[in-house]
């Protein structure tokens, strides 16, 4: 057996960087949390203006993450378009890339073969289950979910293994994490939306349901929800999301369950055919966001 593999060995967190791959929304709030424990992080994305955005934000937002909690101390986030640069002695391994299967896929086959081989490979995918992004991955015993939500302001992950995942690698993550700021919990079956996304997928396609039967507008929907449980609205929450992410997730979930009703996902469609998708273009469900 590869002795990397072996349950009595785990890499060595607290002297080697971590990298983070895709320096998109989540990627970088990913890597701020990582960087807020010392050490080293390591940015990288083929596009030049989404490393520069990504170090940029954790700049600006790192000290005040560092400030909010204690033992918590600034690390050194480098970027890089040069994948292997990116992984070298990294102990783990963060993948953030669009959610495209395909895509994913070979990601995963690049990080297998650059990184080292006791690294930990996570996706941050939060739809589709690491059991199948692994078809070119030749040690599958270290891959796993480790699904992020929107750091620092929601600090959960949900770990999940491929089916193959080593135990001993998930009950590190489990432990370590919580150093760097961050709430862990597992997934002990593989589930698709894995746990609050599961019951967060119900809420939001009943919501689009409403809509989508006239029952009442989008605001309505929010508006009712804010009074009822101090909550914000499932609408503003898709806008910050983006609603051609929604949408993907919310096909991907149909395909793997075709008795859901299809009325929300048109409704989608509507907003994202007209290049309507919230926040990030200024107009989504709602059309008072500023500086798309």
């Known amino acids: 057996m590869d002795p990397v593999l072996s349950d009595s060995v785990l890499p060595a967190h607290d002297s080697r960087p971590v990298a983070v791959v895709g320096a998109g929304t989540l990627g970088r709030r990913i890597a701020l949390m990582l960087a807020s424990r010392g050490g080293t992080v390591r940015i990288h994305d083929p596009s030049a203006a989404q490393r520069d955005a990504a170090e940029e934000y954790v700049r600006q937002t790192l000290p005040g993450v560092v400030a909010a909690r204690e033992g918590a101390s600034p690390g050194a986030v480098r970027t890089t378009g040069d994948l292997a640069s990116a992984l070298a002695d ?17 990601v995963f086959g690049d990080l297998d073969r650059l990184s080292p081989p006791d690294a930990v490979l996570a996706s941050n995918s939060s739809s589709f289950a690491s059991r199948l992004l692994i078809d070119h991955v030749t040690r ?19 770990i999940m293994t491929c089916g193959h995942t080593r135990r001993a690698l998930l009950d590190h993550l489990l432990t370590v994490l919580p150093s760097y700021g961050l709430h862990p919990f597992e997934a002990r079956q593989e589930s698709t939306g894995f746990i609050n996304n599961r019951i967060w997928a119900a809420i939001k396609r009943e ?8 029952v009442a507008t989008a605001q309505e929907v929010d508006r009712l929800i804010e009074l009822n449980t101090g909550a914000p609205g499932p609408f503003r929450a898709m806008d910050a999301i983006g609603l051609d992410v929604v949408l993907a997730i919310e096909n991907h979930y149909a ?38």
């Not at 990294?90 to 994913?104: N, Q, R, S, T, Y």
């Open 255 to 292: 395909s793997q369950n075709p008795h859901l009703p299809s009325s929300p996902r048109t409704l989608l469609h509507t907003y994202v055919d007209m290049g309507h998708l919230g926040v990030k273009t200024g107009r989504g469900f709602y059309d008072d966001y500023p500086n798309p």
């Open 90 to 106: 990294a102990w783990l391994v963060i993948e953030a890339v669009p959610e495209e299967l395909g895509l994913k896929r070979r």
């Open 207 to 214: 919501a689009l349901q409403v809509v989508a039967d006239g």
């Open 140 to 158: 599958p015993q270290r891959v796993m979910n480790a699904h992020f939500y929107m750091p620092p302001e929601q600090n959960v992950v949900e």
